[in-house]
């Protein structure tokens, strides 16, 4: 933030951009190889040349285009050795070529501006090779710092809210009425809630909405075959009473009637135009499903401790589908398709070249999944909160990476008609797929879809197994085994899905989330129960039922691991901001592991127990405590509970 600050005060952004632009221009292009059978006297007709002036018009068009510098263009990275501090300003060669200087004056003017700003945690930076900036913590903004998190080791670990806090709307989750939740749900649902957390913990206010599919053509295929099985459903007085079994096999029931009976056919059909005309008994149906479906999705969210996600599904926005075409045929956006309404954007088209529309409604008056994201968009940004929409300031969509080119033509198609204001943003967040231990569809041996459910029973059957043929847990109750097994079973299959780059396929392995090495759940616990016994044994508190911190004392550097322990936790604010900006849980993970591994070696080397003195023990027990507040805060962050014990 400081080098954020010092550029916006000493360059114009305009500036930059416009000699960006012309250094572009005058950049001599690569010359193309010739082709095959291609003579010296057949080359290609060259580009004509720019003028002056015409070069100076794309400038200018930069320049007016510019924005206010922001986080990713200061180009502060970690050092990339020790010995160069902890911090690297990358950002002067960049400025220096766009701007006409010397990189290392350039670096020069950016040293000399943030120095004030970092006096007070930073020594004097430092410009190394052709202008890059070292920065290098001052040993007793290091210590200090570490202090404060140890008094605060339960809680925030002394770590400030937001200045100026977002309302932000995630969007996730998103399972469909009357169908079973898949794992394509679970890193949705595992990778939106982590996201709520941090940015709910960053202080800004989050709403968490679960875009269920419980509109469409289906419906009537269902209300159908429920007036048929179940007539109880259709009723408004007994609708709520039935017991619907199980949804899955019903809808598979309704779905086989469907393929094969015309009759039946007919009548699903006619189904979904009494329910959108809000007939009686078919609006009943539908609630049947809808809170029949409610209860399988809350068993899930319930083992996977899922809070504060609020349904609002498709069926909502019905009210704002009609509003939203007869706006964009107004603007003249909409045109008429092959009997369907459309909207064609600029740069989207077929594989055959050409324009790919975005249908908005179909030929038989129905609408899409885009007109109902637009209509979200419209109440999500632009609506105002007095009317019921959330006039947000960030909207995220955390949906699989297979539906983001409908999200960049739903995103542009919603600014182009002007219901995104310029203070919010829309951003896709999208996540690869999970596959089997073979790298192909993830299913059963019988090739079927594996449930959810029977999916994290078996991580915390595995867990329950491991714990019990564990020697030292050979007097533990099964009680207490069984609730160790649910946070170690649920947190590996967390942990495996938001350790990866969440845009990776990643094959799901219980052998391999559920390993005590490398960066995983179970060692992540493991480690943190072993510094609270750490902790037990130095401060006499080895049967306590729950472990008091010690109180934080002043910490005393007496060796290098001490140092490189503390360097590590002390760079917790710039992961979370990190994160908060770029939406990867994995930079959470992997600041976890490297917590972990630099505590190990600081335990190898410096005896808390057999310290050389008390002060250097009280110290030492400091830094134990503020390594497992650290622990416990960002597996919290994750959605993983910790244990005291293992």
């Known amino acids: 933030e400081a080098v954020l600050e010092a550029l916006n005060e000493l360059f114009d952004p305009a500036d930059v951009a416009r000699g960006a632009a012309l250094a572009k221009l005058e950049k001599p292009k690569k010359k193309k190889k010739k082709k095959k059978n291609q003579n010296d006297g057949d080359d290609e007709p060259k580009e004509a040349a720019m003028n002056d002036e015409?070069?100076?018009?794309?400038?200018?068009?930069?320049?007016?285009?510019?924005?206010?510098?922001?986080?990713?263009?200061?180009?502060v990275t970690l050092a990339t050795r020790a010995d160069f501090g902890d911090y690297q300003v990358n950002a002067a060669m960049g400025l220096a070529k766009s701007l006409g200087m010397n990189p290392r004056e350039c670096a020069s003017k950016i040293a000399d501006k943030i120095k004030p700003k970092l006096e007070d945690c930073m020594e004097e930076p430092e410009i190394a090779g052709p202008g890059f900036i070292n920065l290098r913590f001052k040993q007793d903004y290091l210590t200090s710092t570490v202090q404060s998190m140890a008094q605060d080791a339960s809680g925030r670990l002394g770590l400030p809210k937001v200045s100026k806090p977002q309302k932000i709307v995630i969007d996730y989750s998103s399972p469909n009425i009357a169908k079973e939740m898949h794992v394509g749900h679970l890193r949705s649902t595992i990778i939106g809630d982590t996201l709520s957390n941090l940015l709910e913990f960053a202080g800004h206010r989050v709403v968490r909405l679960n875009h269920v599919g419980d509109w469409g053509t289906q419906f009537g295929m269902l209300v159908e075959h429920l007036r048929d099985e179940y007539p109880a459903a259709l009723s408004i007085e007994t609708s709520q009473d039935v017991d619907l079994g199980d949804l899955v096999e019903l809808y598979k029931a309704a779905k086989k009637r469907f393929d094969v009976d015309e009759d039946f056919k007919t009548r699903a059909r006619e189904g979904v135009v009494k329910l959108q005309a809000g007939n009686e008994e078919e609006v009943a149906a539908w609630h049947a499903l809808c809170a029949a479906s409610r209860v399988e999705y809350q068993k899930i969210y319930d083992m996977l401790s899922i809070k504060g996600l609020e349904e609002r599904g498709e069926s909502f926005y019905n009210p704002f589908l009609n509003g939203v075409v007869e706006d964009l045929e107004k603007q003249g956006m909409a045109v008429e398709s092959e009997g369907a309404t459309a909207v064609f954007l600029d740069g989207y088209t077929n594989r055959d070249g050409t324009p790919l529309p975005m249908l908005i409604r179909k030929s038989d008056g129905g609408f899409n999944y885009a007109t109902t994201d637009l209509a979200a968009i419209r109440h999500r940004v632009e609506m105002a909160s007095e009317d019921g929409g959330e006039r947000a300031n960030r909207v995220l969509y955390v949906t699989d990476a297979g539906q983001s080119q409908h999200f960049d033509m739903v995103f542009a198609a919603a600014k182009l008609a002007g219901y995104v204001p310029e203070t919010a943003s829309l951003e896709h967040v999208p996540f690869g797929l999970v596959q089997g231990e073979d790298g192909k569809k993830f299913a059963t041996r019988s090739g079927d879809t594996v449930k959810l459910k029977d999916l994290l029973n078996e991580a915390v059957r595995i867990a329950g197994d491991d714990l019990r043929s564990r020697p030292e847990n050979e007097n533990a109750d099964d009680e207490t085994i069984d609730n160790v097994a649910k946070i170690v079973g649920i947190g590996a299959v967390k942990y495996a899905d938001l350790s990866m780059n969440r845009e990776s396929n990643y094959r799901f392995s219980y052998e391999r989330m559920l390993s005590l090495n490398g960066n995983t759940a179970p060692y992540m616990l493991y480690s943190y129960a072993r510094i609270c016994g750490i902790i037990r044994k130095a401060s006499g508190q080895e049967v306590a039922e729950s472990i008091q911190w010690p109180e934080a004392s002043e910490i005393v550097i007496t060796e290098d691991s001490e140092l490189e322990l503390i360097r590590n936790l002390v760079r917790l604010p710039d992961i979370l901001n990190e994160v908060e900006q770029d939406l990867y849980p994995n930079r959470l993970?992997?600041?976890?592991?490297?917590?972990?591994?630099?505590?190990?070696?600081?335990?190898?080397?410096?005896?808390?127990?057999?310290?050389?003195?008390?002060?250097?023990?009280?110290?030492?027990?400091?830094?134990?405590?503020?390594?497992?507040?650290?622990?416990?805060?960002?597996?919290?962050?994750?959605?993983?509970?910790v244990v005291e014990r293992m």
Request: glycine letters at 2%; one cysteine or more; aromatic letters at 8%.
């Open 54 to 75: 015409e070069k100076q018009a794309i400038a200018d068009a930069a320049a007016a285009e510019a924005k206010p510098f922001t986080i990713a263009d200061t180009m």
């Open 589 to 641: 993970c992997d600041f976890l592991f490297e917590t972990s591994q630099k505590f190990n070696k600081f335990y190898e080397n410096c005896s808390v127990n057999n310290a050389e003195t008390p002060e250097i023990k009280a110290s030492r027990l400091t830094l134990c405590t503020a390594t497992a507040g650290t622990i416990r805060l960002v597996m919290n962050l994750l959605g993983i509970h």
